[in-house]
């Protein structure tokens, strides 16, 4: 009898154990990686803002959506936590795609205000976007402009940046101006980084792995030494570069040594 009693005693210990465990695992690791998961995927609805780009709208949503997922780590149902946070995630998709509907864009989004035209000062504009002269010369200054005169139209966007447009005789010289037509020049590409082939921009430039081969036996290297290399671009004449990672007496050196070779024409 005793030691039947002393058995069942034994399963509810290990089964309280189990369950404290199960308890501390949903706490302290299921529930931050829930709330982990549902901030990355607001962040990525959002799309690539700073937050001086955000409207007033995406700041409270940021708001509130702190405020939510701050619940479910001091609240007793946190599972009842993160099911709001989920239909706050839900409504902010369904406000992001009612507002690029004309229809209803200026219900949720806050039209441009133009601060002023054609050297002019709006004071309606400044009132609407709660800004003094001071702060809109202020606004001018920034950006190399010392008199209302020199500008066509200064507009704050949704966003609160204010947008400068100038007169024709205070923009900056254009190349136009003067009859000059540059050459454009592009972005490097980069086809090493790191001691890491990047494939995609291999692709992107219709280039096979046995092209950059023939690269680097010009530098006197090979495919298996790759990761000794900080960094191999290919430029818009055809000529790639290459940093080669310093080791040794050298580590630390700044002025970092860039060899080029150029691209053969007949090459692939």
Do not use: C
Not at 25 to 49: D, E, H, V
Not at 87 to 94: C, P
Not at 137 to 162: F, H, N, P, W
């Amino acid at each position: 009898m005793s030691s039947a009693l002393l058995s069942d005693r034994r399963a509810v210990s290990a089964l309280l154990n189990e369950v404290i465990v199960l308890d501390a695992f949903i706490q302290y690791g299921l529930i931050p990686l829930l709330i982990f998961l549902m901030a990355m995927i607001y962040i990525r609805l959002s799309g690539k803002k700073a937050v001086t780009e955000m409207s007033n709208a995406d700041v409270l949503f940021v708001l509130i959506l702190g405020v939510i997922l701050s619940g479910p780590l001091v609240s007793s149902e946190p599972l009842d936590a993160l099911a709001y946070s989920f239909l706050f995630l839900l409504a902010y998709v369904l406000f992001t795609y009612a507002a690029q509907y004309r229809r209803f864009r200026p219900l949720l989004v806050s039209p441009p205000t133009v601060l002023l035209r054609n050297g002019d000062i709006d004071e309606k504009g400044l009132q609407e976007a709660r800004m003094t002269t001071s702060q809109l010369l202020s606004a001018l200054r920034q950006r190399g402009i010392t008199k209302t005169g020199d500008v066509e139209m200064a507009v704050m966007e949704d966003t609160g940046k204010i947008s400068v447009i100038p007169k024709a005789h205070a923009r900056p010289l254009q190349p136009q101006d003067i009859q000059l037509h540059p050459t454009p020049e592009y972005v490097p590409i980069p086809l090493i980084m790191d001691g890491e082939l990047l494939r995609h921009n291999l692709r992107y430039l219709e280039k096979e792995e046995g092209w950059l081969d023939a690269q680097l036996q010009a530098f006197g290297l090979n495919k298996d030494q790759i990761a000794d290399i900080s960094l191999a671009v290919y430029h818009q004449d055809g000529s790639v570069s290459i940093d080669r990672k310093k080791s040794g007496s050298n580590k630390g050196r700044t002025d970092s040594a860039i060899n080029e070779v150029d691209m053969p024409e007949n090459a692939t």
